[in-house]
């Protein structure tokens, strides 16, 4: 089973629709995740980082959930400009920092 | 303010060529990360460096090498090239404190002949 793992979809949605991804991962000591976001051939940028409270950032909304380890974005009225990539990332702190990402969830938000 | 600087961006090799790839980060940053991505694919970690001093394998280590030269720079090398090498890499650092992101280049595009 890989570390952190992510539905690769494509995610098909029309403008407007609200769409969530998961991130689950494996190893209970990960102590902090992020969400980044990848355009074709770009490097990864930080959409943001999930905090144990969760956290929202206008249209986006990222939960933690420690006791069945995942993390969810929830992306709501959704852009053409919203079509990328979303890479989830877990910091296992133990083992001195090393970031682990998951493989993707492609959305494709269609007019 | 440059944060992360990798070179090159683009390199063609031959099969059994050696390599090195270079990456810098001015943002006085702990930690630095070597990925390589495939096409379809997430980022699969090769290795990594917790502080200057240190390196530890990742996901994927086999057929590299890396080098933390100091705080600032962590560099890649390919000792003998392969096709199964061709790939785009990420060089990312970061620093664990609250509110603090991982920084990456803008990736290396390799391809192996």
């Known amino acids: 089973r890989k570390e952190v793992e992510q539905d690769p979809g494509p995610f098909n949605v029309p403008e407007g629709a609200t769409v969530a991804f998961n991130c689950t991962y494996s190893?209970?000591?990960?102590?902090?995740f992020f969400w980044y976001r990848q355009d074709c051939r770009k490097e990864p940028k930080l959409l943001m980082s999930?905090?144990?409270s969760g956290n929202e950032d206008g249209r986006f909304t990222a939960q933690l959930n420690r006791a069945s380890q995942y993390i969810s974005l929830l992306i709501r009225d959704s852009k053409l400009s919203d079509s990328a990539t979303y890479l989830c990332?877990?910091?296992?702190?133990?083992?001195?920092?090393?970031?682990?990402f998951g493989g993707g969830t492609r959305l494709m938000v269609k007019p | 303010n440059a944060g992360v600087t990798q070179t090159p961006k683009f390199q063609v090799l031959k099969t059994g060529q050696s390599m090195t790839l270079q990456c810098a980060q001015d943002?006085?940053?702990?930690?630095m990360y070597w990925y390589r991505q495939d096409p379809g694919m997430g980022l699969r970690l090769i290795y990594y460096?917790?502080?200057?001093?240190?390196?530890d394998k990742g996901e994927v280590p086999n057929g590299y090498n890396v080098s933390r030269l100091n705080k600032r720079e962590f560099s890649l090398r390919l000792e003998s090239a392969a096709p199964s090498q061709t790939s785009v890499y990420f060089c990312?650092?970061?620093?664990?404190?609250?509110?603090?992101?991982?920084?990456f280049g803008e990736g290396s595009w390799l391809t192996v002949v």
């Open positions: 990332v877990v910091n296992r702190n133990n083992a001195g920092n090393m970031l682990t």
């Open positions: 190893n209970s000591a990960s102590q902090s």
């Open positions: 999930v905090y144990s």
């Open positions: 943002m006085n940053h702990n930690s």
């Open positions: 460096s917790a502080s200057e001093g240190t390196t």
């Open positions: 990312a650092s970061f620093l664990d404190r609250a509110g603090n992101t991982i920084y």
